[in-house]
């Protein structure tokens, strides 16, 4: 068959991103970890995986399980594994956070817990890059190549933390302390550089464009952008490692990526004024708007942190540069993409059998924008606020920020809910003949 | 299961060159009962009505770039009246479209929703033809659902996909 249907279980990955994303603010609002400890401490290590596999990471894989297939118009490779690889990666995630406490004398210290941990979530994420990869494979143009890239960084990372959970265990020898003690920064580029950030990027192309009615970006220019993004991770991981082999220290290896990493968001930058610029649409829809409000907390991200290294002060304020980048432009760009592609989704699982039989209501229907956006602008308030607490060092005022983050998360999660349900649907269009309400948590087979 | 004999003009046609002679002895080569898959740089049109005088049904796919797979399948005699699934099945004869929708301009999903409307109102194997900027990934799997037909590709500046649609007959 040609074309995409419904991925069945987008829906359930989104639901367990949530829910972790609402683990991570209130381990936040809590004081656990980072800023009320050191960023190398076990909470912060808690929180950093809460947030990065729990949320970011199964919201990418939910919406790239739908979004791959529809990259290249083919079926996905295996519809079959989407759901084990959710239970691999929740399991695998739990029992690394378990070992993590263990490390930090809040539960006994099973650090066996931390290998198996990484044993599951390798398998969970090797199913994830095996099913989208050979989806991607058939047809690698434009976007899908950010897929690509996104899925070997991911192999990457992966590596990466399994060596450090099997070092933590004192199962790697030598090899493997040495790569836990200098290998950190490169597990986190290719985490939140090369998986979370190209892929994003490459997801955003296509959406901005299709829901702008834009045309695509020119290959050529978005060839450039992620050639820049794949060189600077390529230079942090490959060069990074043999630095470390080396002993040569990783600040030239660091700084050559971090230069090619601002071209990256440059470039990016150059692409996204091209899609609006070149839109058809005038009026633009919610999910777009707070998407220019992740692309300005990009941009300040990468601000922050040229300012931050000329005045020498980066290593004391990563936190708050990584805050930034992860909440402000990638969890900002997945909420408001989310928001949408639920709606999607939903409209078509629901109407799409009986449309052009019966009137049918819009997309647009199934949603309560003017509503929906004051929870959108709270959280980003709120994000940004919590930047400036963490470059002031203040961590009472930064709860406070986590706080006013959860409340905001808390009316997007319930607007998303009622789009889920049809609750916003005038009762004469909610459920013509034939049509009904779809299932929370995953879609019909 | 059909057999085919894959048959790459892309060479030849990006040379410059005149793929006909190829094709027609490769047709020649043919076992009975076996296929021909053509690969070429544009959807080769004047070529259907050739091959289906020689009784094959053709079914082409879009490629990158604006390159074309062409599957030519034998048509049994025996199997002429079953009806193949969408998106496979012979196109020869198909009527000139009752319907023309010029859905470039519309917001997403709007273009799906139209094409559907349409498709809905169209007598048995009665086509309609309509222009998108997209290619309508999710609109297959509803068309296939409700059996019908169609065939599609984008033009050579790969700015408009063009649709047709053919109702059940």
């Not at chain 1, 143009?141 to 959970?165: I, K, Q, Y």
């Not at chain 1, 979370?196 to 901005?208: E, F, H, I």
């Not at chain 1, 940004?384 to 997007?412: C, D, E, K, N, Y």
Request: with cysteine; aromatic share 10%.
């Amino acid at each position: 068959m040609i074309g995409a249907s419904i991925s069945r279980w987008t829906m359930s990955y989104f639901a367990a991103a949530l829910a972790w994303l609402f683990v991570a603010l209130a381990l936040m609002v809590a004081g656990l970890g980072f800023p009320a400890v050191h960023l190398a401490s076990p909470d912060t290590l808690v929180l950093v995986h809460v947030v990065c596999i729990g949320w970011l990471s199964l919201a990418m894989c939910g919406a790239l399980f739908q979004f791959v297939p529809v990259l290249v118009a083919r079926p996905l490779f295996s519809e079959k594994w989407a759901l084990p690889a959710l239970g691999l990666l929740t399991a695998g995630l739990v029992s690394l956070l378990a070992g993590f406490l263990g490390l930090g004398g809040r539960l006994p210290a099973w650090l066996w817990l931390l290998p198996l941990g990484a044993i599951l979530l390798a398998g969970g994420f090797g199913l994830v890059v095996v099913d989208l990869g050979m989806t991607a494979w058939l047809r690698p143009v434009g976007p899908a190549r950010f897929v690509l890239v996104g899925l070997a960084s991911l192999c990457a990372t992966v590596a990466f933390g399994a060596m450090f959970a099997f070092t933590h265990a004192g199962w790697a020898g030598s090899i493997g302390e040495t790569i836990l003690a200098n290998g950190v920064p490169l597990h986190a580029i290719a985490g939140l550089g090369g998986w979370l950030t190209l892929t994003a990027m490459g997801v955003s192309y296509r959406l901005l464009s299709m829901f702008m009615l834009s045309p695509d970006v020119d290959d050529r220019k978005s060839n450039m952008t992620l050639a820049a993004g794949a060189l600077a991770i390529a230079v942090a991981v490959v060069g990074g490692i043999v630095a470390i082999w080396l002993v040569s220290g990783l600040n030239v290896v660091l700084s050559i990526a971090a230069v090619l990493g601002l071209a990256t968001a440059a470039l990016y930058g150059r692409d996204l004024i091209g899609i609006f610029s070149g839109r058809k649409r005038r009026q633009l829809e919610l999910n777009t708007r707070m998407a220019v409000l992740s692309f300005v907390s990009l941009a300040a991200a990468a601000f922050l942190g040229v300012v931050l290294v000329l005045t020498g002060a980066f290593a004391a304020h990563v936190g708050a540069f990584t805050f930034l980048a992860v909440f402000g432009w990638l969890s900002g760009l997945v909420l408001a993409k989310l928001y949408k592609i639920v709606a999607f989704l939903t409209w078509l699982e629901a109407y799409g059998p009986v449309m052009g039989r019966t009137p049918t209501p819009r997309v647009q229907d199934l949603v309560a924008e003017a509503r929906a956006s004051k929870w959108f602008v709270i959280y980003y308030v709120a994000v940004w606020f919590g930047t400036l607490t963490l470059v002031a060092g203040q961590p009472s005022a930064f709860r406070a920020a986590a706080a006013m983050m959860t409340i905001g998360l808390a009316g997007i999660v319930r607007e998303v809910i009622r789009t889920r349900r049809l609750a916003d649907v005038a009762g004469s269009l909610r459920l013509p003949n034939g049509a009904c309400t779809p299932c929370l948590l995953c879609a019909r087979a | 299961m059909t057999d085919y004999i894959d048959v790459d003009v892309r060479p030849i046609l990006r040379a410059g060159g005149e793929p006909f002679s190829v094709i027609m002895s490769a047709l020649d080569r043919l076992e009975p009962g076996q296929g021909l898959r053509l690969y070429a740089t544009f959807k080769p049109v004047p070529l259907f009505a050739v091959m289906a005088d020689r009784g094959f049904a053709h079914s082409a796919q879009a490629l990158d770039a604006g390159e074309w797979e062409v599957l030519f399948t034998p048509t049994a005699p025996a199997t002429k009246q079953s009806a193949p699934a969408s998106g496979t099945s012979d196109f020869d004869n198909w009527p000139e479209p009752v319907v023309t929708l010029d859905n470039r301009d519309l917001d997403p999903p709007e273009p799906m929703v139209r094409i559907l409307a349409a498709a809905e109102k169209l007598g048995p194997g009665e086509t309609l033809s309509a222009l998108l900027r997209r290619e309508p990934v999710f609109l297959f799997p509803q068309l296939e659902k409700r059996g019908y037909h169609w065939l599609g590709g984008f033009s050579p500046d790969g700015a408009t996909y063009e649709l047709t649609v053919r109702a059940p007959s």
